[in-house]
């Protein structure tokens, strides 16, 4: 029944809108099938429905990172940032990460648990970096959840407006990536 009720928020939050799932408990309920009394023992309100949503995206999108990075193709440094570009643009390509992150509907509970996988986003890079050692010896973890928070905006900048993306902001997020590592490849 709980999986049932974030499906549908999810769907809701696709087809109307964050707002409305907020504002309508009723359309909620009505598309789920479950009852008033049913819905408030799991749930105080739809705000928190959209909050249990939003950290299980938390959790899938970090193992999927996590994969990403691990499983990119060949042995170049340059491919950790293709590979993050690549997760980034991919991610933002679904509706229900634009409308929830995009568009910053989010609560403050969320926000902190975001900001945490933004955290261990930057410390899966490090490692990956690292493997190109000695070339990467002095980078540094606050360097790259610099890296990663700066990705973050500009990817809610690149689909702000584009549902596929604005290739143009990608193409400089992809860029500033290079240039930004590159300085602190020793190269």
Not at 21 to 34: A, F, I, N, R
Not at 112 to 124: C, G, R, S
Request: with cysteine; charged share 25%.
């Amino acid at each position: 029944m709980i999986q049932r009720i974030l499906d549908t928020a999810a769907e809701l939050v696709e087809e109307v809108g964050y707002e409305a799932v907020v504002g309508s408990p009723t359309l909620l309920l009505d598309k789920s099938g479950v009852s008033r009394g049913s819905f408030y023992a799991f749930f105080e309100t739809p705000e928190r429905v959209l909050d249990e949503l939003s950290y299980q995206r938390i959790q899938q999108s970090a193992v999927a990172f996590e994969e990403a990075l691990r499983n990119r193709p060949g042995d170049r440094w340059i491919e950790i940032v293709d590979a993050v570009i690549d997760f980034y643009t991919a991610e933002h390509r679904i509706p229900l990460i634009r409308e929830l992150w995009v568009r910053q509907n989010l609560t403050h509970r969320v926000r902190h648990l975001d900001h945490l996988a933004i955290d261990d986003f930057a410390n899966i890079v490090l490692a990956e970096f690292r493997r190109h050692t000695p070339l990467f010896d002095s980078l540094t973890a606050l360097q790259c959840r610099v890296a990663m928070h700066a990705v973050e905006r500009l990817f809610q900048l690149a689909f702000t407006d584009h549902p596929e993306g604005d290739p143009a902001t990608i193409a400089e997020a992809r860029r500033m990536l290079v240039d930004y590592f590159a300085g602190y490849s020793g190269e």
